[in-house]
């Protein structure tokens, strides 16, 4: 099973970036999946996440209302739509599928990151 995370990069202050994530080995259709991230010298924490029938996401407190996760389960694969980006969003952005909660240790599979970094 992989978690192909793409789409990161550096961006300026205000700006937005997607950040896609194509699963492939087996099916995350019936599973929750969602993103962490990992600033410089943080743990890794929850950002958003998504149910299997995309009718209900939560998102951490620091971006609501600035970051939309999606899903397209015929392509088995998450996105992540992050606006009005802040330097405090500077961080490696993980992949997640098959989620039991909003903790690290409840993820099931994880991609292999991709880093994004916002200038001021």
């Known amino acids: 099973v992989q978690l192909q995370a793409s789409g990161g990069g550096l961006v300026q202050a205000g700006g937005s970036l997607r950040l896609s994530c194509a699963a492939s080995g087996r099916s995350f259709s019936k599973n929750a999946m969602g993103w962490f991230r990992r600033a410089p010298g943080k743990e890794r924490e929850f950002v958003a996440a998504i149910s299997w029938s995309s009718g209900s996401t939560v998102y951490a407190d620091s971006v609501k209302g600035r970051f939309t996760i999606s899903r397209d389960n015929a392509k088995n694969a998450v996105y992540l739509q992050m606006n009005s980006l802040k330097p405090e969003d500077t961080a490696v952005y993980y992949c997640?599928?098959?989620?039991?909660?909003?903790?690290?240790?409840?993820?099931?599979?994880w991609g292999q990151g991709t880093l994004v970094t916002v200038s001021s």
């Open positions: 997640a599928a098959a989620l039991t909660g909003y903790k690290a240790e409840g993820v099931g599979y």
